[in-house]
């Protein structure tokens, strides 16, 4: 007979110690949270309570404050009553009353004035011999609201009478303002009909007006009461009134924003719930902390125990617990460690003894990127490893003659190549080819192995993916001879190009090299930034590539500077001219980037290539020179090289040789040329003139040489030598007499420019009021902003900052109102055809004029002849300059100049 089966039940669902223990934590903590909440609860609640309380008795303190208020103004009636019984204006105790009370009327009953009071005040006073304080009322249109208070009294006749005091509502509260606790407190006063009585903010806007939510306080019953209601200003509030003893029917409010009121009993209960968070918080990391210390060697021998099973070595000893229950399983598992130990190590040697060579092979191909191959000697693929994860193709593709397949053509030849080669000469094999791989992207691919087998008749070795290499070196070699940023061939491959071309002039085929500079490139980098000028730079090789053809080689050099080698033509010149035009053209149209519209345009100079030329940095010379001679002559134009351009620049080179020699040898000397003032007819002082004492041409002009010292950037050693030079010579003047010296460019540009006038000042011992500093417009374009607040310096200290040259550029209005200028020199241009012209006049009279209402010194420079002198008399202008007062002068010329300067000013009349 057959034993019956038996079905087996589903295994019980089990829980992770873990979870227990977070249940037994939350079961501990749980009447904790709740005790703590029902607190919180119980605790805000009495909070609140306390709030509405003091609430209600800041309340309850203003009311008796108004009642008192109303009580006194009873009283003052009773005493009103018994100085002027009949109600005399005249009486002389009522007189000295209305003196101290301005705002407030004194009505009689039976007066015109009654007949504008509510009638039930007057009425119920008189019924019931009382006191009465009518609701609030306005006796004419637009009045401010007010109220009144009527007492009976008998005359001293034995009449009742009836006598009223009218005053402006808002008085009842002006008395108990200062008691409020804070400044956020509203107080009201309401009538019996809701109307605000008086008010503590902005009463101007609000009395005479329905209280809001005055229903909610006749609901509330009582004489006193909380409720929330929103302001006539349309803010939350709770409210807090109290009915007035001394006027039935009325109530005083006091009015806290919820925010703060909510906010004083919220305060302290916020602390109440972070103390209790942090309490609970404390005790749920102990409970966790009491969690962890039994969880974890539990755990701990949990994971040694998978780690037995799994055979992943041998397991580390966990912790010994603290746990009696605990340390006795950990023995025990110990115990059984060796044991299992034995047993899977035997298992893992015989499974590693098996696959260790397969394992080893593909371990080595994956980890490397690697295919390991054997073929025989005619390129038959025996094995193959490693090809699925190099290419994405299966490994039988590449056997046989398969992974020909997939080699460029172009690399076959070199591996049929190397093949014979590494045979014949017995060489290991070492070639590079691409392949083709899954996704369509050609891999370069490093073989290399040697003979092997019998006779060494077949191949072993290893395939390497050098895909990255092979990149990077295409990139490295690009970047060599490229721009990264415009991507157009660098300076070493224009060179590469000219020797080409030099070498295709020798044999007749002529062409041309143009050199191109971006004129007010350094503005735009300067306002809108360099990455704005990168992005001015790639559209401008856009546009320089659309003007070429596709047989010319344009390449930038670096900066704003670009140059076209253009293939051989027939004629020359005129190609070279015509693309010149051309690109003129294109950089002189308006850029658009990001917004902004850019303006620039291209200097250009061209040199031909023929068979005369010479080397190629003589020809870049060459077009670097035609190159001065267009931005010289304007800019946005084209020159060709011309062989006197290479001789001006010897000459220029030889000048510049000469000047570092001239101030390293003290070959500069001044001369001083006098500023007379034409109404004292007195000489003020003498402006500095540089003068170049040159061993073999004579005593040079500014002319000549100054522009090429701003230029080799030696302007700022010898503009500092004049101020020197000029201090010291004027120290040895009299005190009234000044001394005028240029600043160039770049000495405003100086960031030390204050200190060093302000040195030179103190070595020659000269006051600053004695110096004058000028300074023409376009020193000023170039350096308004570096050098404004040195020049506002040194015009505190007492130099006088004047602007040289005045009318000859594009701002001069504009710099007088943006610069505090203590004197303006009207430009010599303006008086050379005063005779002739009157428009000189005109504006020489004008610029006169507005100086002096600005109160600057106007001088008019070059004044050469008599009636050029008459002519300025009649324009009064303060101060001139020129010939007709004195030619410039060495400083030992000056005391006699002084002493002749009387028959010299007769000589001019």
């Known amino acids: 007979m057959t034993r019956p089966s038996t079905a087996q039940s589903p295994p019980p669902r089990t829980r992770s110690l873990y979870s227990r223990l977070h249940w037994l934590i939350a079961a501990a903590l749980l009447p904790l949270l709740v005790i703590g909440v029902i607190a919180i609860v119980l605790t805000a609640r009495d909070y609140r309570r306390n709030s509405e309380q003091r609430l209600q008795e800041t309340a309850v303190a203003l009311a008796r404050g108004v009642d008192q208020g109303i009580r006194e103004n009873i009283n003052q009636l009773h005493l009103l009553a018994v100085l002027a019984p009949h109600g005399d204006p005249a009486s002389p105790g009522l007189q000295a009353w209305s003196g101290n009370n301005a705002e407030v009327r004194l009505v009689r009953d039976g007066s015109d004035e009654a007949q504008s009071l509510p009638t039930p005040v007057l009425r119920d006073a008189r019924r019931t011999g009382q006191a009465q304080v009518s609701n609030l009322f306005s006796d004419t249109t637009g009045a401010p609201p007010e109220v009144a208070i009527a007492l009976p009294f008998t005359d001293s006749a034995g009449q009742p009478q009836v006598i009223a005091l009218v005053q402006p509502s808002n008085r009842l509260i002006n008395t108990i303002l200062h008691s409020a606790d804070e400044a956020s407190l509203l107080v009201a006063v309401v009538d019996s009909n809701g109307m605000i009585a008086a008010r503590s903010r902005n009463p101007e806007r609000f009395i005479g007006q329905p209280a809001p939510d005055w229903y909610k306080l006749q609901l509330n019953g009582g004489n006193a009461g909380v409720f929330e209601a929103t302001t006539k200003e349309g803010k939350g509030t709770v409210l807090a009134f109290h009915k007035l003893h001394a006027a039935p029917g009325w109530a005083l409010v006091v009015g806290e924003p919820q925010s703060s009121f909510q906010a004083r009993w919220q305060r302290p209960l916020l602390g109440v719930i972070l103390g209790g968070l942090l309490a609970a918080i404390i005790a749920l990391f102990s409970a966790r902390a009491i969690a962890r210390s039994i969880l974890l060697p539990i755990r701990a021998l949990a994971q040694r125990g998978r780690n037995i099973a799994s055979s992943e070595g041998t397991p580390a000893d966990p912790p010994t617990s603290r746990i009696t229950e605990v340390q006795s399983l950990q023995t025990s598992l110990n115990d059984s460690v060796d044991a299992l130990k034995r047993s899977a190590d035997e298992a893992r040697a015989l499974a590693r003894d098996l696959k260790v060579s397969e394992q080893r092979y593909r371990a080595v191909a994956e980890a490397g990127a690697l295919v390991l191959w054997e073929s025989d000697r005619n390129g038959q693929v025996r094995s193959v490893t ?382 600053a009021a004695r110096l004058e500093l000028e300074i023409t417009e376009n020193a000023l374009i170039a350096n308004i902003q570096a050098a404004s607040s040195h020049l506002l310096r040194l015009k505190v200290a007492g130099v006088s900052i004047v602007m040289d040259d005045f009318g000859t550029g594009y701002s001069s209005l504009g710099y007088l109102r943006a610069f505090p200028f203590d004197k303006v020199k009207i430009d010599k241009s303006f008086i050379r055809d005063l005779g002739e012209h009157s428009q000189g006049s005109a504006i020489i009279g004008a610029v006169s004029h507005l100086c002096g209402k600005l109160g600057i010194t106007a001088t008019i420079e070059g004044v050469e002849t008599h009636s050029q002198l008459s002519q300025l008399k009649d324009e009064h202008c303060a101060e001139g300059q020129g010939y007709v007062f004195g030619r410039p002068m060495p400083v030992e010329q000056i005391r006699a100049f002084m002493r002749e300067w009387p028959q010299r000013w007769q000589a001019t009349d």
């Not at 291209?602 to 023929?610: E, K, M, N, T, Y």
């Not at 073999?696 to 020197?724: C, S, T, Y």
Request: with cysteine; net charge negative; charged share 25%.
């Open 386 to 767: 490693g090809w699925r994860e190099l290419t994405g193709l299966p490994e039988q593709d590449a056997l046989g003659k398969g992974w020909l397949r997939r080699v460029n053509e172009e690399d076959l030849a070199p591996i049929e190549i190397a093949l014979e080669q590494s045979f014949t000469a017995g060489t290991p094999l070492d070639v590079e080819f691409r392949v083709l791989d899954l996704y369509g992207k050609w891999r370069w691919l490093r073989a290399r192995g040697a003979r092997v087998g019998p006779e060494q008749s077949g191949w072993a070795g290893v395939l390497e993916d050098v895909d990255a290499r092979r990149q990077a070196q295409a990139r490295i070699a690009y970047l060599a001879q490229h721009d990264p940023l415009t991507s157009l061939p660098n300076r070493t491959v224009l060179f590469e190009k000219l020797e080409h071309a030099l070498a295709d002039a020798r044999r007749g085929r002529h062409s041309a090299l143009l050199l191109l500079d971006l004129d007010r490139f350094k503005e735009v980098n300067d306002t809108l930034g360099h990455p704005t000028g990168d992005r001015l730079l790639q559209e401008v090789a856009h546009r320089l590539l659309g003007c070429a053809r596709s047989n010319d080689v344009v390449a930038r050099l670096g900066g704003d500077e670009f140059a076209i080698l253009m293939a051989p033509e027939s004629r020359p010149p005129e190609a070279a001219a015509s693309l010149a035009t051309r690109v003129v053209e294109a950089l002189g149209r308006p850029f658009e980037l990001e917004g902004h519209p850019i303006a620039i345009s291209a200097s250009i100079g061209i040199v031909l290539i023929d068979n005369l030329a010479g080397s190629s940095e003589k020809l870049m010379r060459n077009a670097d020179l035609a190159l001065y001679r267009a931005k010289e002559e304007g800019r946005g134009c084209y020159r060709f090289f011309e062989a006197e351009m290479d001789t001006r620049m010897q000459l220029r080179r030889q000048l510049e040789t000469e000047l570092r020699a001239g101030l390293e040898q003290q070959q500069f000397v001044l001369h001083y040329q006098p500023l007379v003032d034409l109404q004292q007819r007195r000489v003020t002082g003498f402006e500095a003139l540089l003068r170049w004492n040159h061993p073999q041409r004579g005593l040079l002009d500014p002319g000549q040489f100054l522009a090429l010292a701003e230029d080799i950037g030696l302007m700022i050693p010898l503009g500092d030598w004049v101020l020197r030079q000029a201090t010291r010579d004027a120290a040895h003047w009299p005190d009234e007499m000044k001394v005028a010296v240029n600043l160039s460019v770049s000495q405003l540009a100086q960031p030390d420019l204050a200190d060093t006038v302000e040195k030179a000042l103190a070595d020659a011992g000269l006051a």
